[in-house]
């Protein structure tokens, strides 16, 4: 009888758990600057349920680092179907080689070591990275086949910064 009691307890428990997690992340990208980005983004990662600010700001941050791999990639596919394009593409190569290589890890490691201040810096620098490439065509008279994933990028790491700026 125990044991049922406890069941039942605990099966009642669950649901308000979830729903007090989904709160936090529904207050959470309330306050950044594209509500639905940030609720899609952190709702389709299942450690978002269990998380506080920091692991939510975490999970933008490498949210931020899977869409400059995919830019990297597409990067690679466009240089060698693109000759013209080379110079752009080698510029936006190395800004998003800067991002994975160098600001999300730093963002990372100062949200691990609770120096948000840091991340926060790190996700600012990803925006500016994004429009960096995007400016690469646009300087020369261009026009860019990664406006969209320029886009997305900025957005997520302008996420990720909002997200990170509640833990200063």
Known sequence: ?????LFIFLSLQAPLMVIGDRRLIES???????????LSTLLSNPKSSSGDVSDLGLIMVGATKVKATLAIQRIKTLYRSHPELRRSLNECAQVYMAVVKADVPSAVQALDGGQPKFAEDGMADTAVEAESCERSFSGRGLKSPLTQMN???KNVANVARAIIRMLL
């Not at 009888?1 to 009691?5: L, N, Q, R, Y």
């Not at 959470?28 to 940030?38: D, E, G, M, V």
């Open 1 to 5: 009888m125990k044991f049922f009691t």
């Open 28 to 38: 959470t990208c309330k306050a950044t600057p594209s509500y639905n980005l940030c």
């Open 151 to 153: 886009t997305d990028i």
